[in-house]
């Protein structure tokens, strides 16, 4: 499939078929995928829960507003943040840099983080953002349906995934073979959201 095809065929699956299980090779090539997906400084904040237990899947579903699609999705991943990731052995993320950009590249980057969590947070979420459609645009294209989900308690399944406190979690992605339940798609036309130029 075509990136076009998958941005266009791509909706947010509301119910999964609960008997379908996901191969370890399909979970593998969408995970090592969605991997190359960029990142602030090619920090690859990104540190992903794969909810594999059941009756963690119950537990989280309990805090998620009973949302079916917690324990039913073939897939269920928890995207988290390691927000200190910029100072965790930084030289590995440019390690096969020219040796100039590595030099240049490594003050930069504690200049720009040191002492600035909300830069840190701002930053690690912009990557699980798109880690996310990342890994919703490859589901599709594997014959997958997903689902982004924020409507939980955030501190609740920070607890049930036992979360590092320097952590953050952004948001849930189901994936799974989809049911029927996709409604008309309702976007609002260019001209109510792209301004050119300036407001």
């Given at each position: 499939?075509?990136?076009?095809?998958?941005?266009?065929?791509?909706?947010?699956?509301?119910?999964?078929?609960p008997?379908?299980?996901?191969?370890?090779e399909t979970?593998?090539?969408?995970?090592e995928?969605?991997?190359?997906?960029?990142?602030?400084?090619n920090?690859q904040h990104?540190?992903?829960?794969?909810?594999?237990?059941?009756?963690?899947?119950?537990?989280?579903?309990?805090?998620?507003?009973?949302?079916?699609?917690?324990?039913?999705?073939?897939l269920?991943?928890?995207l988290?943040a390691d927000?200190?990731?910029?100072?965790e052995r930084p030289?590995?993320?440019w390690?096969?840099?020219?040796?100039?950009?590595?030099d240049?590249?490594?003050?930069?980057l504690?200049e720009y983080?040191?002492?600035?969590?909300?830069?840190?947070?701002?930053?690690?979420?912009?990557s699980?953002?798109i880690?996310?459609m990342?890994?919703?645009?490859?589901?599709?294209?594997?014959g997958?349906?997903?689902c982004?989900?924020?409507?939980?308690?955030y501190?609740a399944?920070?607890?049930?995934?036992?979360?590092?406190?320097h952590?953050?979690?952004?948001y849930m992605v189901a994936?799974?073979k989809g049911q029927?339940n996709?409604?008309?798609?309702?976007?609002?036309?260019?001209?109510?959201?792209?301004?050119?130029?300036h407001?």
């Amino acid at each position: 499939m075509d990136v076009m095809s998958a941005v266009q065929n791509r909706r947010a699956a509301k119910s999964f078929d609960p008997q379908h299980q996901m191969s370890a090779e399909t979970r593998r090539v969408l995970l090592e995928n969605a991997a190359l997906a960029p990142s602030a400084y090619n920090i690859q904040h990104w540190r992903v829960v794969d909810v594999q237990d059941i009756e963690l899947r119950k537990s989280i579903r309990e805090v998620a507003w009973g949302q079916a699609q917690v324990t039913d999705a073939s897939l269920l991943l928890v995207l988290c943040a390691d927000l200190e990731a910029w100072q965790e052995r930084p030289q590995r993320y440019w390690a096969t840099a020219p040796q100039p950009v590595q030099d240049f590249l490594l003050p930069k980057l504690d200049e720009y983080y040191r002492g600035k969590p909300e830069v840190a947070r701002d930053e690690a979420m912009r990557s699980l953002g798109i880690l996310g459609m990342t890994l919703m645009l490859l589901a599709q294209d594997l014959g997958y349906d997903s689902c982004p989900m924020d409507g939980f308690d955030y501190a609740a399944v920070a607890r049930l995934i036992r979360l590092p406190a320097h952590y953050a979690i952004g948001y849930m992605v189901a994936i799974g073979k989809g049911q029927d339940n996709a409604w008309e798609r309702n976007r609002l036309p260019l001209q109510d959201w792209l301004i050119k130029n300036h407001f």
